[in-house]
């Protein structure tokens, strides 16, 4: 449940490992996207969140640290959902995921600075404590960030000007 918890051991890099498990997912979104575009990230995304809540809550189980650093599977969740609308549009357009870069960096700028700050739902989320806490504070930091993108690449584009 560890190597779960923690996205096969990336939880335990230092320092800052919610940065390292966003970075780690990027490579293995992209993957995915490859494999199987929009559909199989979405698809995988929710496995990941059911994955998470159940390995999060073995770990944690009898524990006063609800929500210990290495456990970045959350992370990963939420990464991957700020990724929804690069991975959404690239499928859309037929094109090369690499392409839209700026979304790309987009998305983990935004979802690392929402994560971390935790306006209004998002930290009413991480204070519910548990596993579903620890799962739904980025869950919702990720369609924040996913929000963001989205406007970033309207502004980008033209639409809203």
Excluded: C
């Amino acid at each position: 449940m560890k190597a779960i918890a923690s996205f096969l051991y990336v939880g335990y890099l230092r320092p800052a490992p919610g940065t390292w498990g966003s970075l780690a997912a990027l490579p293995v979104a992209w993957g995915i996207h490859q494999i199987g575009g929009f559909w199989l990230l979405l698809n995988l995304t929710v496995f990941v969140f059911l994955s998470g809540y159940i390995a999060t809550a073995k770990v944690t189980a009898g524990q006063e640290d609800h929500d210990p650093s290495w456990i970045v599977i959350d992370e990963v969740a939420g990464q991957w959902i700020a990724l929804f609308p690069v991975s959404y549009g690239a499928m859309l357009m037929s094109a090369d995921i690499t392409r839209l870069w700026p979304g790309w960096i987009a998305a983990f700028v935004l979802f690392r600075l929402f994560d971390i700050w935790k306006p209004g739902p998002i930290g009413r989320a991480d204070r519910m404590g548990g596993p579903m806490g620890v799962m739904l504070d980025d869950v919702v930091a990720g369609v924040f960030a996913a929000l963001g993108v989205i406007v970033l690449a309207a502004i980008g584009h033209g639409v809203m000007l």
